[in-house]
Structure formats: structure tokens, C-alpha cells
């Protein structure tokens, strides 16, 4: 049956941590895996602005021996010209896999549902699991894979964005203690938190929502944050100010947590809003691995999705 990563929890644990043990041998050995010699095309599509996940799915492909094949959702109008399921059976005939970054999660449930190559979220409104991966291959990185289960991890911010719900999922997923805090009414929604409670469950990690970011930052081994305004949520942009200022991670914020806590932050960073540029540009800072991870994550996952079908 066709494999899809469509949300964090399309990946079992032992699947999840499949994923990362090779996106960790792809580090070492970039080249090590060819499963789109031909080269075989993969489709990444978008409806919405990008740069590292284009360029990383893109650069990916063509090392895993691929033909990438970019398409501009906006030209494409996929769901206005013809359908979503009519467009994914023209695609599905000429390409290995589908990459698609939209905004609503029920699109690209409708593009599964009719693909018979396994379709890869690269981001939604709801949920950004790619991204998550390489987070958690930049942990394994730098401390090392078999530390994941029991890792204390805070997101504070926007809790209610895509990466707050793709946190829960996938670092509950992995084992992780998933601290989120926001300011009210940006909190996550109820029915991801209850999945990542019952994920958490089997994978001996825990999940905590919280408003204080002081809370959920103390003595966490990996701080993180996003944007305070997401791609389709320019318009709140002034209005959000006010209630995120005092979830900046900052100097202060960040000597709550371990000494040699790691910083990350999925990109593009806004300095002197949700994250300070002594915070971002500083030696706890894992960032730049983290933006490079998305290569090895997706390469990995791309291969792995490639060998279930
Ligand atoms: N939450 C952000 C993530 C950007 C990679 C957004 O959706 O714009």
C-alpha cells in the first residue's frame, strides 16, 4: 500500500526513528542512496512562498538521483482549473512521489487519497512534519540519536501554528518531554493535544500546554521558536504584537533552561521579534545545521516512502 507523510504520526515510532537513523548515514555519506536513478521525477509543488523547503527538496532529489520537478501551485491552480483528485491522476502516471506545500490539510488528504505515489506534506496550515524531522535529526546530530526519549523540549510562541502541532506529534512521536506555551487564544488545538497525550503514552514522553513560556523553557535541553505571523496570517500582524511579547526568546528566557541547551528555529527568523539576534547568532544556536538537515531528513524519507510501495 502507498505510504503518505501527510502529518507526524503517519510515522510510527520505530518508523520515525527508521527515517532518522538514515537521514543520519546520508549525512555521513550524501550520496549512499539511489532510489530515483532513471533519473524518475518527484513533483514539488507550491501554493504558498518558499526557500529552504524548495531548494532542500529540489537539491534532494537530484542527489538521490532524481529529476525534481518544480511546479508554481500558483500557475497550476490546483483545486480552481481541474480538481485535486484529476490533477493527482494526471501527476501520479509521471512522477515517483508528490511534495506539496498548501494551506489547508484536507487538500492535500485529497491528493493522497488519490495518488497512487506517496505524497510528502511540505507544509500546511496545520502541520509541517518535514520540518520536524530535521529538527529532531539536528538533536540526534549533535547528541545523538539514542537521547531523543526522555529530551526535554520547549516551543514557545505561536502554539497554534503549524510547527506548535507538529512538535506535539512528532516529538511525542520520538519520545520527547513537548513542552509548548503561547499566550492565550494561540494555543494548540485540543484534538492534536489529545493524540500527542496518547503517542506520548506508548513512547514514554509527555506533553505540557502552557501560557508561560518561563514554565515551559526550564531546564529544557532544546528551546525553539517560529515566526509570530505565518505565511497566510499577514494580516493579523499588528494585532499579534501585543500578545506574543512576552514569548521573545531572548538572553533571559533562555538562562531558564540547561546551560547547553540548543536553539533551534525552522527559518526565516524575524531578529528583535520572536527571537533575539544574541539568541540566534549565538553558540547555543543549532539553526544553520537544523536549515541543512532538511536535505539529509527528506532525502531519508523520500527513500524510505520509495521502498514501502
Ligand atoms: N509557521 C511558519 C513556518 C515557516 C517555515 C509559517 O507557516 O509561515
Known sequence: ???HFLRDDDL??????????????LRADRFARR?????????????KPTLRTQVSFAAGIAELGGF??????????????????DTTRVLDRQVSAIAWRTYGQERLEEMAAASR?????????QFH?????????????HRGLETLPGTT????????????????LGGATAGLHVRVAGPDGYLPDGDVVARAREIAGDTGGSVTVTTSAKEAVA????VATDTWVSMGDEAEAAERAEPFRDYQLNAELLAGAAPDALVLHCLPAYRGKEITADVIDGPQSVVWDEAENRLHAQKALLTWLLEQG
Not at 532510489?35 to 501554493?47: H, K, N, Q, S, W
Not at 505515489?117 to 496550515?125: F, G, I, S
Not at 512534519?129 to 546530530?141: E, N, R, S
Open 68 to 85: 525534481p520537478l518544480v511546479v508554481d501551485g500558483t500557475l497550476a491552480q490546483i483545486g480552481v482549473r481541474e480538481s485535486i483528485a
Open 1 to 3: 500500500m502507498t505510504r
Open 129 to 141: 512534519p518535514c520540518q520536524i524531522l530535521a529538527d529532531l535529526l539536528t538533536v540526534a546530530q
Open 219 to 222: 531546564d529544557a535541553a532544546v
Open 12 to 25: 510510527t515510532p520505530a518508523e520515525q526513528k527508521a527515517v532518522l537513523e538514515l537521514g543520519l548515514a
Open 117 to 125: 505515489v506517496p505524497v510528502v506534506n511540505a507544509l500546511t496550515d
Open 35 to 47: 532510489p530515483l536513478e532513471g533519473p524518475r521525477a518527484v513533483a514539488f509543488i507550491t501554493d
Open 153 to 168: 523540549f520547549a516551543y514557545v510562541g505561536d502554539a497554534a501554528n503549524n510547527m506548535g502541532s507538529s512538535y506535539l
